[in-house]
């Protein structure tokens, strides 16, 4: 329904601007919406490249613009800036792509999560129920189990700390590749070295 709306809108306002346009130039007539929500951008600027003429987006998103030149440049605060060579199909949907939905999928396709599974033990080979697991990253805690055994899930690159009181604590960085499972022993925290 949304984009049925944001069509007949596009509809209107080209069949507005054509009728206004003259007969001597090409005007280019067209709507700017953003790629990702598909939602109209009021404020967007467009650039005629060989003339230098400038035009926004009115709240609607439509355009009007009398071009010259074969390129347009639309641009917007947010948005990356995007070039048309021959933009003189009239009537046309121009896409921007939001700059912050980039970075925000870029961050996903980077930081993946990863399951690690292991033991915790003390300086004989005992293992330690209870000992406090915490993701740096994300800021996750986790919990031994009764047999010191813990499953994670965390990013691929990420600090955890292994703490328990009494015993000196672990830190360990999870860069790819990497093993699959950790044995950690934590040593006593008393013990002194001569």
């Given at each position: 329904m949304k984009r049925f709306i944001l069509i007949l809108l596009f509809i209107l306002f080209a069949v507005n601007n054509q009728a206004q346009s003259s007969s001597n130039s090409t005007t280019i007539t067209g709507i700017v919406i953003n790629d990702y929500s598909n939602t109209i951008i009021s404020?967007?600027?467009i650039k005629d490249m060989i003339t230098g003429k400038e035009t926004f987006t009115d709240s609607l998103g439509g355009f009007s613009i009398e071009a010259?030149?074969?390129?347009?440049?639309?641009s917007a605060e947010g948005f990356d800036t995007k070039y048309y060579t021959k933009p003189y199909q009239n009537n046309r949907i121009f896409y921007l792509f939001d700059k912050v939905r980039h970075k925000q999928q870029q961050k996903k396709i980077k930081h993946f999560p990863i399951t690690i599974t292991g033991i915790v033990c003390d300086e004989i080979g005992l293992p330690i129920p209870g000992v406090s697991i915490h993701a740096k990253k994300n800021k996750q805690s986790f919990i031994t189990d009764f047999d010191g055994k813990f499953t994670i899930t965390i990013d691929k690159r990420d600090k955890i700390s292994f703490s328990f009181v009494g015993l000196k604590g672990v830190i360990i960085n999870i860069k790819a590749p990497m093993p699959r499972?950790?044995?950690?022993?934590?040593e006593d925290e008393s013990r002194i070295w001569i």
């Amino acid at each position: 329904m949304k984009r049925f709306i944001l069509i007949l809108l596009f509809i209107l306002f080209a069949v507005n601007n054509q009728a206004q346009s003259s007969s001597n130039s090409t005007t280019i007539t067209g709507i700017v919406i953003n790629d990702y929500s598909n939602t109209i951008i009021s404020g967007a600027k467009i650039k005629d490249m060989i003339t230098g003429k400038e035009t926004f987006t009115d709240s609607l998103g439509g355009f009007s613009i009398e071009a010259a030149g074969n390129y347009i440049e639309i641009s917007a605060e947010g948005f990356d800036t995007k070039y048309y060579t021959k933009p003189y199909q009239n009537n046309r949907i121009f896409y921007l792509f939001d700059k912050v939905r980039h970075k925000q999928q870029q961050k996903k396709i980077k930081h993946f999560p990863i399951t690690i599974t292991g033991i915790v033990c003390d300086e004989i080979g005992l293992p330690i129920p209870g000992v406090s697991i915490h993701a740096k990253k994300n800021k996750q805690s986790f919990i031994t189990d009764f047999d010191g055994k813990f499953t994670i899930t965390i990013d691929k690159r990420d600090k955890i700390s292994f703490s328990f009181v009494g015993l000196k604590g672990v830190i360990i960085n999870i860069k790819a590749p990497m093993p699959r499972f950790y044995k950690i022993i934590l040593e006593d925290e008393s013990r002194i070295w001569i």
